[in-house]
C-alpha cells in the first residue's frame, strides 16, 4: 500500500506514511487517511516517499485547508531531495517540517 | 574371557585353571610378579587372579607394573592372598587391585566376583569409547562454531559504522553470542539500532542471524520504519526458524535531528530514557511479543514514539543484564540496574557494566550481555568507504521520445526515462531531482497541454479531485495528440549539463502571465519548482514547448 495511515496506542498521534512515489495517483487514499480523524496530531512520515511533485504539494496544502489552520501537521523523516522541495516551496509556513 | 592366573604353587595354580576353564574362561599362568609382568603385556589378558608372596616380585609390585603399563585401560586385579590382617587387604586396594579373595578359594565367591569384574570391565570399556566419541563430537563442533562465527561476522560486518551516537558493550556467554546488534543510517539520515537476543546461544543465534541482518540492511536502506522493519523481521523469522526459536528484540530509530526516537520491542526489558545528566526520564515497556512467534496477519506493529531532547540518551539491554548471578545465585535484578540513573553517576554505562561485571564474578557469566547507548543528537556517521576516485568523463548523448496517445494511457514514463539516464556518479546523485524536474514537464504537458485541463479546477479540495478525475476521463477518450520528449547530456570545458525540452499537441498558454503562487494555492507550484531547481527554464512556440537546463556539477 503506497498509503498506510496508523494511530498510536493512546490515541493521539496519527502516522501517515506515503511510501514510493507521492503524487495524483493517491490523491483519493491520502485524503480518506486524514479524513477520517479528527482532533490529533497528524505525523506525514516521508521516510519511504522517494519522489514527490507538485500535485502532491497540492494535496497537503488541501489537507491543511481541509484541517483548519489549528491542526497540528507534522511532515518527518523526509529525504534530502524531498525536504528541499518541500523548503522552496515554503512549506515550512504551513507545516512542522522535522 | 581371557584369565592371567598368578601364584608360586603349582597345586593352586592347577585349581584354579581347572575351575576356570571348566567356566568356558581361557587361562595364562605365571609363577611369579615378573613373569606376570611380562605374559600381561604379550597377551591380551581380561582379568588377573594375583597371589601376594611370591618370589622374585610380589603381588603389590606387579600389580603397580601392570596398572602402570595399563594406563587410562581398565583390566581388573583380584589379589588371592591367605592374609587376613586388614592392613594388608587395605593395601591391596590402594595399590591399584579391584578386590581380593581369602585363601582357601571359595568357588562360588571366585565366579561371582569375575562375573562382577567383567560387568565393570564392560562398562568401562563402553564409557572409554564414548568418551572417545564425545572428544571427537567437540572438535566437531568447535569447528562448526568456527565455521558459524565467521558467518555470523560476516554478516554482522555491514553494521561496523563509526556513529558518534552510539557505545556498545557485547560480551558473548558461549563462543559467539546469542546476542545481535545491528547499526544502520536511513536515506533520510537518520539512525537505526537493532538489538536482539535469540533464545539459545551459538549456532542457532548464528542461523537466525543472517536472515535477520539481511532483512534489516534492506528494509532500513529504504528508509523503512521501525514498526514495518519489525513486521518484516518477524515475517522473515517465522519463515525460517523453527516453531521454538524466537527472537526478542528492541528497534530504534533516531530521526537525523536528533529529536524524536521511534521504538518497538517484543519481549525484550524495558528500555530505559535518561536527560544527558544520566537522570532517569521514562522507562519504556516491551508491548510486544517476541519475533519469530505470530503470523504476519497477528502482528503488532505499533510503535512507542518520543519526542526527545538534546543530549537525552537511551539504554538498550538484553536480560543478561537483569538475570545476572552472584555466588549466591541471586539475580542482579532492575532494582539495582535502575539505581544507575539516578543522576549520580554522569555515565551509567561504565558504572552498570563494571557493577555487573563485579556482582557475577563469583558465578561466571551464564548468558550474553549486550548494553547499548543511543545518545539523541543529530546523528554523525563517519562513512566507512572514501568517496570513489575520479569518475570517467561523460560522452554527451541524446535522446528522443515520441509517446502517443496509446502510450500516455500507460502510465507516466518518466521513472523509465529517469533510468536510461544511466548509472554514472556524475548523474547518479542528480536522479532524483531530475525525476521530479521531467515529472513536472510531463505533467504540464500532458495535462494542462494535450488534455487541456484548467489549474482553475485545483482552487478547492472537491475541484482537486475533480480535477484528476477529469484527467482520467479525458486520457481514456484521447485519439489525437503527443508529447515529445528530449533529453541530452552535454558537457563543455566550463559545465555539464543534462538539458530536457518537452513539446506538446496542446494549445500552449500565455507564459508571460506566469506569476508565483501564493502561500494557500494548491496549485501552480510547478514552474516554481522548475525554476528553483533548474538553471534555466525557457518557454517557447507558444507555450508548447519548454526547455529546461540542470547542472551537474
Known sequence: MPVESALSSDGKNLTISISGRFDFEIVQEFRNAYAEHKNVNYIIDMRATEHMDSSALGMLLNMRKSLGDSAKISIINCRPQIKKILTISRFDKKFSLE | ?553
Open chain 2, 1 to 553: 574371557m581371557k584369565i592371567l592366573v598368578v601364584d608360586d604353587t603349582e597345586a593352586n595354580r592347577k585349581l584354579l585353571t581347572w575351575i576356570l576353564e571348566d567356566d568356558g574362561h581361557s587361562v595364562v599362568e605365571a609363577k611369579d610378579g615378573r613373569q606376570a609382568v611380562e605374559l600381561f603385556k604379550q597377551s591380551d589378558i581380561d582379568l588377573v587372579l594375583m597371589d601376594v608372596m611370591m618370589p622374585v616380585m610380589d603381588g603389590f609390585e606387579a600389580t603397580q607394573a601392570i596398572k602402570e603399563y595399563l594406563g587410562d585401560r581398565h583390566v581388573p586385579i583380584i589379589f588371592l592372598t591367605a592374609l587376613s590382617d586388614d592392613a594388608s587387604l587395605a593395601k591391596c586396594l590402594s595399590i591399584g587391585g579391584d578386590d581380593f579373595l581369602s585363601k582357601p578359594i571359595n568357588e562360588q565367591v571366585l565366579q561371582a566376583k569375575i562375573k562382577a569384574h567383567s560387568r565393570i570391565k564392560d562398562l568401562n570399556e563402553q564409557l572409554n569409547r564414548q568418551n572417545r566419541q564425545l572428544t571427537r563430537l567437540n572438535h566437531l563442533t568447535q569447528r562448526e562454531h568456527e565455521i558459524a562465527k565467521t558467518v555470523f561476522d560476516n554478516a554482522l560486518a555491514a553494521s561496523r559504522l563509526d556513529c558518534g551516537n552510539i557505545r556498545q558493550y557485547i560480551s558473548p556467554a558461549a563462543t559467539f553470542n546469542g546476542d545481535l546488534l545491528l547499526v544502520s543510517v536511513s536515506p533520510s539520515g537518520g539512525l537505526y539500532a537493532l538489538l536482539a537476543d535469540f533464545t539459545g546461544h551459538g549456532l542457532p543465534a548464528a542461523i537466525g542471524a543472517i536472515p535477520m541482518s539481511q532483512t534489516f540492511f534492506d528494509a532500513t536502506q529504504q528508509g523503512a520504519s521501525v514498526s514495518s522493519i519489525a513486521r518484516a523481521l518477524n515475517k522473515v523469522l517465522t519463515k525460517f526458524l523453527p516453531d521454538y526459536m524466537f527472537a526478542a528484540a528492541a528497534i530504534a530509530e533516531l530521526s537525523a535531528d536528533g529529536k524524536r526516537l521511534s521504538l518497538w520491542m517484543g519481549g525484550m526489558p524495558e528500555a530505559i530514557l535518561t536527560d544527558n545528566q544520566g537522570r532517569l526520564k521514562e522507562r519504556i515497556q516491551s508491548t510486544h511479543m517476541p519475533l519469530g512467534i505470530l503470523q504476519d496477519d497477528e502482528f503488532e506493529r505499533n510503535p512507542h514514539i518520543v519526542e526527545v531532547d538534546q543530549g537525552d540518551r537511551v539504554y538498550l539491554y538484553t536480560d543478561g543484564i537483569p538475570e545476572a548471578q552472584d555466588g549466591n545465585g541471586e539475580l542482579y535484578g532492575e532494582t539495582r540496574l535502575i539505581r544507575h540513573f539516578t543522576g549520580t553517576t554522569p555515565d551509567p554505562f561504565t558504572t552498570l557494566i563494571d557493577d555487573v561485571t563485579t556482582f557475577s564474578s563469583g558465578k561466571g557469566q551464564i548468558d550474553d550481555i549486550t548494553l547499548l547507548e543511543l545518545t539523541c543528537k543529530p546523528v554523525q556517521v563517519s562513512a566507512g568507504d572514501a568517496e570513489p576516485g575520479t569518475p570517467p568523463a561523460l560522452v554527451p548523448w541524446q535522446l528522443n521520445v515520441r509517446l502517443t496517445p496509446q502510450q500516455l494511457r500507460s502510465g507516466s514514463p518518466v521513472p523509465q526515462l529517469i533510468d536510461m539516464l544511466g548509472t554514472s556518479p556524475h548523474v547518479e546523485r542528480h536522479k532524483d531531482y531530475l525525476h521530479t524536474i521531467l515529472a513536472e514537464l510531463f505533467a504540464n504537458a500532458l495535462e494542462h497541454g494535450v488534455l487541456g485541463l484548467s489549474s482553475e479546477l485545483k482552487r478547492s479540495e472537491e475541484g482537486y479531485l475533480d480535477y484528476y478525475q477529469q484527467r482520467e476521463q479525458r486520457l481514456r477518450s484521447l485519439d489525437d495528440g503527443y508529447v515529445n520528449i528530449a533529453l541530452a547530456l552535454s558537457c563543455d570545458h566550463t559545465r555539464t549539463c543534462i538539458k530536457m525540452r518537452v513539446d506538446d499537441s496542446g494549445q500552449g498558454f500565455d507564459f508571460s502571465q506566469h506569476r508565483p503562487p501564493g502561500d494557500d494555492d494548491a496549485f501552480g507550484r510547478g514552474i516554481s519548482l522548475l525554476q528553483t531547481l533548474c538553471a534555466r527554464v525557457e518557454y517557447s512556440n507558444g507555450g508548447t514547448r519548454v526547455n529546461v537546463e540542470y547542472l551537474l556539477d
